[in-house]
């Protein structure tokens, strides 16, 4: 039996591509789909019977005050932590971008904090935000404070925002830069021929020419705070999200009634991760959208 | 036979497509802007330059000063923990051994290594395997897989954890390096880059290749892989440092102690010595310093690679 040399291109190809459709149909979509099953059950893994309960999971979630806490807060974090990041690191990179010598030092030092354990970072933001941490001491100097920060349920969210912005700084600079250096200098040249201030310039011609980079990193920001746990398990009191569930996001939720909670509530943690996953997704949606919009206009 | 495989050089010209982004990605990092190398430094602009730097070198500090903060409290003694000075009065290296002593930090460190390597090279070689084949072969179903792949983007890993966590239960997969390891092993956002890359591998070159007498497996390994470097080593970048940091799932899935990563082993310790922050900076110092260490040698090639993979994924 002979095979065409098209069938024989084929095979090859199913061959090449067997493993990894297994691995995502096995590691990936399936469990999608379990995720979804599971949020229609009363699920204890220790417990035999795992009872079907329908919507029952997502009924509960509406009237659980630390669900909505938690869903406040998460978009908290994405609703300071992503403007307060994005203007950051636009002013930073523009100020990169116009520096002629230094430019790689600059880079390692806005960049270090990116490529470091949000575990560890997490600890030794911790211990400034002590209430006898480096934090209170300096602003004590200048006759401030002392302020609770990780302690105080109005303020600790914001703290640990601040150590969030931080760490993804560095990131969002270079992709800025990337973007920046994408917008012909020409443009800028006539536009200050044309007698553009400074401002003029950036909001006329370098702040349009950015969109593409500005929905990217927008989106990237949104959906990375929207699962926001590690710097909120490393940081806030007890790692629970405390103090008064002022911490608490919707993932360090889910983690809780999974896996701490006696008897664990996996189904229920599930019906949350698919709050999440919808969020995701209608975000997923509307980048897209802002996408094809642009294109269709070029 | 390796004659063969030596490629003439008016091939080489023709395969500079692919690798063209990344050089101009290259000049981006690391070029001063146009508009400010041309004009003349003037007295005005030079002290403007200057104010600049100032500006910009007290930002870097203060980036960084977290981390001089983190190494000068994990050089004090307990009982100098809180003084505000930024050299130790007494430095010792206590901490490091104490911290050396009462964890398993060696084994964590092994063990992250042991799963961030392994991972990235699995991921190197399927990811470019997959985005290979969607980008080079047409064959019945190739958008449907494609399509499929692409769409496990949209799922945050948090909703695949817990049935992740049933799938070992049920499989015996809990507390070992593949229980670790499994969910990453190839990923969706690798694939997409590599295919992304591999498009830019002319036709005719894998045409050249199969007259020769190649096969395809050798093509893709000889031919192909070589020509897309950059994105392949800004892959394995990008996913040894997210496998290095990851937290939630090997949190999740370990259960002793020798078994946990680094991230897992320092977040126990830290907050089981909840107020002996001497030693919570020392651990953290032991977690941080070698990847600092390493991202100063290799900078240049980080900083691009991260560039890279965030703007093509």
């Given at each position: 039996?002979?095979?065409?040399?098209?069938?024989?291109?084929?095979?090859?190809?199913?061959?090449?591509?067997?493993?990894?459709?297994?691995?995502?149909?096995?590691?990936?979509?399936?469990?999608?789909?379990?995720?979804?099953?599971?949020?229609?059950?009363?699920?204890?893994?220790?417990?035999?019977?795992?009872?079907?309960?329908?919507?029952?999971?997502?009924?509960?979630?509406?009237?659980?005050?630390?669900?909505?806490?938690?869903?406040?807060?998460?978009?908290?974090?994405?609703?300071?932590?992503?403007?307060?990041?994005?203007?950051?690191?636009?002013?930073?990179?523009?100020?990169?971008?116009?520096?002629?010598?230094?430019?790689?030092?600059?880079?390692?030092?806005?960049?270090?904090?990116?490529?470091?354990?949000?575990?560890?970072?997490?600890?030794?933001?911790?211990?400034?935000?002590?209430?006898?941490?480096?934090?209170?001491?300096?602003?004590?100097?200048?006759?401030?404070?002392?302020?609770?920060?990780?302690?105080?349920?109005?303020?600790?969210?914001?703290?640990?925002?601040?150590?969030?912005?931080?760490?993804?700084?560095?990131?969002?600079?270079?992709?800025?830069l990337a973007g920046l250096e994408s917008i012909p200098g020409d443009y800028l040249e006539a536009a200050a021929l044309d007698g553009a201030g400074g401002w003029q310039q950036f909001r006329d011609v370098t702040f349009p020419l950015l969109n593409p980079t500005l929905v990217f990193l927008v989106v990237t920001g949104v959906i990375s705070n929207l699962q926001v746990f590690t710097q909120v398990r490393a940081m806030s009191s007890q790692g629970t999200g405390g103090p008064l569930n002022s911490t608490i996001s919707i993932v360090l939720?889910?983690?809780?009634?999974?896996?701490?909670?006696?008897?664990?509530?996996?189904?229920?943690?599930?019906?949350?991760?698919?709050?999440?996953?919808?969020?995701?997704?209608?975000?997923?949606?509307?980048?897209?959208?802002?996408?094809?919009?642009?294109?269709?206009?070029? | 036979?390796?004659?063969?495989?030596?490629?003439?050089?008016?091939?080489?010209?023709?395969?500079?497509?692919?690798?063209?982004?990344?050089?101009?990605?290259?000049?981006?990092?690391?070029?001063?802007?146009?508009?400010?190398?041309?004009?003349?430094?003037?007295?005005?602009?030079?002290?403007?330059?200057?104010?600049?730097?100032?500006?910009?070198?007290?930002?870097?500090?203060?980036?960084?000063?977290?981390?001089?903060?983190?190494?000068?409290?994990?050089?004090?003694?307990?009982?100098?923990?809180?003084?505000?000075?930024?050299?130790?009065?007494?430095?010792?290296?206590?901490?490091?051994?104490?911290?050396?002593?009462?964890?398993?930090?060696?084994?964590?460190?092994?063990?992250?290594?042991?799963?961030?390597?392994?991972?990235?090279?699995?991921?190197?070689?399927?990811?470019?395997?997959?985005?290979?084949?969607?980008?080079?072969?047409?064959?019945?179903?190739?958008?449907?897989?494609?399509?499929?792949?692409?769409?496990?983007?949209?799922?945050?890993?948090?909703?695949?954890?817990?049935?992740?966590?049933?799938?070992?239960?049920?499989?015996?997969?809990?507390?070992?390096?593949?229980?670790?390891?499994?969910?990453?092993?190839?990923?969706?956002?690798?694939?997409?880059?590599?295919?992304?890359?591999?498009?830019?591998?002319?036709?005719?070159?894998?045409?050249?290749?199969?007259?020769?007498?190649?096969?395809?497996?050798?093509?893709?390994?000889?031919?192909?892989?070589?020509?897309?470097?950059?994105?392949?080593?800004?892959?394995?970048?990008?996913?040894?440092?997210?496998?290095?940091?990851?937290?939630?799932?090997?949190?999740?899935?370990?259960?002793?102690?020798?078994?946990?990563?680094?991230?897992?082993?320092?977040?126990?310790?830290?907050?089981?010595?909840?107020?002996?922050?001497?030693?919570?900076?020392?651990?953290?110092?032991?977690?941080?310093?070698?990847?600092?260490?390493?991202?100063?040698?290799?900078?240049?090639?980080?900083?691009?690679?991260?560039?890279?993979?965030?703007?093509?994924?």
């Amino acid at each position: 039996m002979s095979l065409s040399l098209q069938r024989r291109r084929w095979l090859w190809a199913y061959a090449f591509i067997a493993i990894p459709l297994f691995f995502f149909l096995f590691v990936r979509i399936g469990p999608t789909f379990y995720a979804f099953w599971m949020s229609l059950h009363r699920w204890d893994p220790i417990a035999l019977d795992r009872p079907y309960i329908g919507l029952e999971n997502y009924r509960n979630l509406g009237g659980d005050e630390v669900f909505w806490k938690s869903l406040r807060n998460t978009w908290i974090y994405v609703g300071v932590g992503v403007p307060a990041g994005l203007i950051l690191s636009l002013a930073i990179a523009l100020g990169l971008q116009r520096m002629i010598r230094f430019t790689g030092f600059f880079r390692v030092l806005y960049f270090l904090p990116y490529v470091t354990s949000l575990v560890a970072v997490g600890w030794v933001w911790r211990w400034m935000y002590m209430p006898n941490g480096l934090f209170n001491d300096l602003l004590g100097g200048i006759g401030l404070g002392p302020y609770a920060w990780l302690g105080s349920p109005d303020m600790a969210i914001y703290a640990i925002i601040a150590t969030t912005v931080w760490q993804g700084l560095g990131f969002q600079i270079i992709i800025f830069l990337a973007g920046l250096e994408s917008i012909p200098g020409d443009y800028l040249e006539a536009a200050a021929l044309d007698g553009a201030g400074g401002w003029q310039q950036f909001r006329d011609v370098t702040f349009p020419l950015l969109n593409p980079t500005l929905v990217f990193l927008v989106v990237t920001g949104v959906i990375s705070n929207l699962q926001v746990f590690t710097q909120v398990r490393a940081m806030s009191s007890q790692g629970t999200g405390g103090p008064l569930n002022s911490t608490i996001s919707i993932v360090l939720y889910v983690y809780q009634q999974a896996f701490q909670a006696l008897p664990s509530k996996m189904g229920y943690a599930s019906a949350m991760t698919v709050v999440l996953f919808a969020m995701i997704l209608a975000i997923t949606i509307v980048q897209l959208k802002v996408l094809s919009r642009d294109t269709s206009n070029e | 036979m390796s004659d063969s495989l030596s490629r003439p050089t008016s091939m080489r010209a023709q395969i500079a497509a692919p690798v063209a982004d990344v050089s101009t990605l290259d000049e981006v990092l690391s070029r001063p802007h146009a508009v400010a190398a041309g004009r003349r430094m003037n007295g005005r602009r030079r002290a403007a330059q200057v104010l600049l730097a100032l500006i910009l070198l007290i930002g870097g500090l203060g980036m960084i000063f977290p981390f001089v903060w983190m190494v000068v409290s994990s050089l004090k003694k307990a009982q100098d923990i809180y003084t505000l000075s930024l050299i130790p009065p007494s430095p010792t290296l206590g901490n490091y051994q104490e911290v050396l002593q009462k964890t398993s930090y060696v084994r964590w460190f092994v063990n992250s290594i042991v799963v961030a390597t392994i991972t990235t090279a699995s991921v190197a070689f399927f990811d470019s395997l997959a985005g290979y084949t969607l980008a080079k072969f047409r064959f019945p179903g190739a958008n449907i897989i494609f399509i499929l792949i692409l769409s496990t983007l949209m799922v945050p890993t948090e909703m695949l954890v817990i049935p992740w966590y049933m799938m070992s239960i049920e499989l015996h997969w809990t507390n070992s390096y593949w229980g670790i390891m499994f969910p990453g092993v190839i990923s969706a956002f690798g694939v997409f880059l590599m295919r992304q890359f591999f498009m830019g591998v002319p036709n005719e070159l894998i045409d050249a290749a199969r007259l020769d007498g190649f096969s395809e497996f050798r093509i893709f390994w000889k031919i192909a892989m070589p020509l897309v470097k950059p994105a392949l080593a800004a892959l394995c970048i990008f996913t040894f440092l997210g496998n290095w940091n990851a937290y939630i799932w090997p949190l999740i899935v370990i259960r002793s102690e020798e078994m946990r990563t680094l991230p897992v082993g320092i977040a126990f310790f830290s907050s089981e010595s909840q107020s002996s922050f001497h030693l919570i900076m020392a651990a953290a110092s032991l977690a941080t310093i070698p990847v600092i260490i390493i991202f100063i040698i290799f900078q240049r090639q980080i900083i691009k690679g991260i560039a890279l993979a965030g703007l093509k994924g």
